[in-house]
T-cell receptor, first 117, second 111 residues
């Protein structure tokens, strides 16, 4: 079974600074997707960034980028120029590729990010 | 395009009762997944429906069931509610196993 581990229950960062959230996963599959979702106090889960395992290039979305290390099964999220609106719970998630696996996501425990003004 | 809509947003039930939650996916999305979120267990996958068929099922007791209609709307039912069923229930829809888009959730409190 696949597992996702986020070892940092809480992180804090100063506004405009950079912070990195860690995530490791365990799988025997070679084709899969990794995601970072953000859950603000409103509880609405919002996709931050997605990485396909077959792509060596790290995904980026504006101020958000990932460091994907497939051999080490590591998938960290870097937030640059942190803003107050980035404060939220961040979840790392895994999805196996393949028609029979469907859309099922396996989530990590989450990291609560605080942004200090 | 409208997002994923979950109703109701809040529910209060007592032990032993049953409850039905509803999820309307984004137009064109045929896959609907359900997740339970609690402080102790985190986010756990309940089940996924695709074209009215259950495609995946998580490790939950048979009290938890679901179905999907021909318009892709999905319902989740929990029978004989227990205190431990108190949680945020999230629904997500996707097109072609692609990115999952989540609704705002239904907060269920069991007294």
């Amino acid at each position: 079974a696949q597992t996702v581990t986020q070892s940092q229950p809480e992180m804090s960062v100063q506004e405009a600074e950079t912070v990195t959230l860690s995530c490791t996963y365990d799988t025997s599959e070679s084709d899969y997707y990794l995601f970072w979702y953000k859950q603000p106090p409103s509880r609405q889960m919002i996709l931050v960034i997605r990485q396909e395992a077959y792509k060596q290039q790290n995904a980026t979305e504006n101020r958000f980028s990932v460091n994907f290390q497939k051999a080490a099964k590591s998938f960290s999220l870097k937030i640059s120029d942190s803003q107050l609106g980035d404060a939220a719970m961040y979840f790392c998630a895994y999805r196996r590729e393949g028609e029979t696996s469907g859309s099922r996501l396996t989530f990590g425990e989450g990291t609560q990010l605080t942004v200090n003004p | 395009k409208a997002g994923v809509t979950q109703t109701p947003r809040y529910l209060i039930k007592t032990r032993g009762q049953q409850v039905t939650l509803s999820c309307s996916p984004i137009s064109g999305h045929r896959s609907v997944s359900w997740y339970q979120q609690t402080p102790g267990q985190g986010l756990q996958f309940l089940f996924e429906y695709f074209s009215e068929t259950q495609r995946n099922k998580g490790n939950f007791p048979g009290r938890f069931s679901g179905r999907q209609f021909s318009n892709s709307r999905s319902e989740m039912n929990v029978s004989t509610l227990e205190l431990g069923d108190s949680a945020l229930y999230l629904c997500a829809s996707s097109w072609n196993n692609n990115i999952q888009y989540f609704g705002a959730g239904t907060r269920l409190s069991v007294l």
